[in-house]
């Protein structure tokens, strides 16, 4: 196998393989709200483009205490909708300026994941709505623009990991770089 073949399958192992658990870094956009409690909030519209946010607070708060407060206090915009007691918010788009959501692919199924984590190295699906988070001092939540298998069991990208293809674009820059790396007579 040539050096470029080499290459070229390298290329498309890693993209495949970008899925995983991570760790945002970078400093706070801005803060919203007052109070000795302190939770991360972070909007990950895609490797390079996640943005974190401060909350704070005294007393109970939920999730969506903190994303309320971080729209009115700034330039994130929360589009959500209130389903009433029982059912709380439905967090349907986040825009900030500059950002951008990775594009998946005509016809792919994207949305927006909601995790949790107490220290922002191991996360998890929230497990309830952002009206039902209850937050303590110290946690990290993170909204993560993914796509979805046809299905929509669960998300396929998590927090901090690099935007994953559709199927069928992999296959495509696997054969492209196969192609790149044959040599004509």
Same mark, same amino acid.
């Given at each position: 196998?040539?050096?470029?073949?080499?290459?070229?399958?390298?290329?498309?192992?890693?993209?495949?393989?970008?899925?995983?658990?991570?760790? *945002?870094? +970078?400093? /706070?956009? %801005?803060?919203? #709200?007052? $109070?000795? @409690?302190?939770?991360?909030?972070?909007?990950?519209? !895609?490797?390079?483009?996640?943005?974190?946010?401060?909350?704070?607070?005294?007393?109970?708060?939920?999730?969506?205490?903190?994303?309320?407060?971080?729209?009115?206090?700034?330039?994130?915009?929360?589009?959500?909708?209130?389903?009433?007691?029982?059912?709380?918010?439905?967090?349907?788009?986040?825009? *900030?300026? +500059?950002? /951008?959501? %990775?594009?998946? #692919?005509? $016809?792919? @199924?994207?949305?927006?994941?909601?995790?949790?984590? !107490?220290?922002?190295?191991?996360?998890?699906?929230?497990?309830?709505?952002?009206?039902?988070?209850?937050?303590?001092?110290?946690?990290?939540?993170?909204?993560?623009?993914?796509?979805?298998?046809?299905?929509?069991?669960?998300?396929?990208?998590?927090?901090?990991?690099?935007?994953?293809?559709?199927?069928?674009?992999?296959?495509?820059?696997?054969?492209? #770089?196969?192609?790149?790396?044959?040599?004509?007579?």
């Amino acid at each position: 196998m040539t050096s470029e073949r080499l290459i070229s399958l390298f290329l498309v192992f890693v993209i495949a393989g970008g899925a995983g658990a991570g760790t *945002y870094n +970078g400093s /706070s956009e %801005y803060t919203a #709200g007052i $109070g000795s @409690n302190e939770a991360t909030i972070v909007v990950d519209f !895609d490797l390079g483009e996640s943005f974190l946010f401060t909350y704070q607070w005294d007393g109970e708060a939920s999730g969506w205490d903190a994303l309320d407060a971080i729209d009115l206090a700034g330039a994130l915009d929360v589009t959500a909708t209130d389903y009433g007691p029982g059912w709380g918010y439905f967090v349907s788009d986040f825009a *900030y300026p +500059g950002a /951008s959501k %990775y594009d998946y #692919g005509a $016809g792919a @199924n994207t949305g927006w994941a909601y995790y949790i984590s !107490d220290d922002n190295t191991n996360w998890s699906p929230s497990g309830s709505g952002v009206s039902f988070r209850t937050l303590s001092n110290g946690v990290w939540d993170s909204w993560v623009w993914s796509n979805y298998p046809a299905d929509w069991s669960g998300p396929i990208r998590t927090p901090g990991a690099q935007p994953i293809p559709e199927p069928c674009t992999i296959a495509l820059l696997g054969l492209g #770089g196969l192609f790149l790396g044959r040599r004509y007579p």
